[in-house]
C-alpha cells in the first residue's frame, strides 16, 4: 500500500512538473508573439504614414498639373481667338 500511494504521489510530482515546463513553455511563447505583434504594429503604422505623405505628394502634384493644363488651354484660345 505504502508503494502505491509513493508511486501515486511521484506520478503526480510529475503530472505537476510536466504541467509547470508546458505553462512556461507557452507563457514564453506568448510573450514572444505579444513581442512580435507589437514590432509588427508599429513596422505596419509606419508604412501606413510613408503611404498617406507619399499621397498627398502624388495628390499635390496632380492638382498642380491640372492648373497648369487649365492655363494652357486658357492660352491656346486665347492664342487661337487673337489669329
Known sequence: ?????SKNEKDDKSIV?????????LEK???HLRLNLSKD?????AEN???M??????????NDLTRQLHRLEL????????M
Open 41 to 45: 504594429k508599429k513596422t505596419q503604422k
Open 29 to 31: 511563447n506568448l510573450e
Open 53 to 62: 505623405i507619399q499621397n498627398v505628394n502624388l495628390l499635390q502634384e496632380i
Open 49 to 51: 504614414s510613408r503611404i
Open 17 to 25: 512538473e510536466d504541467f509547470s515546463a508546458r505553462r512556461k513553455h
Open 75 to 82: 492660352d491656346m484660345k486665347t492664342e487661337t481667338h487673337r
Open 1 to 5: 500500500m505504502k508503494e502505491e500511494h
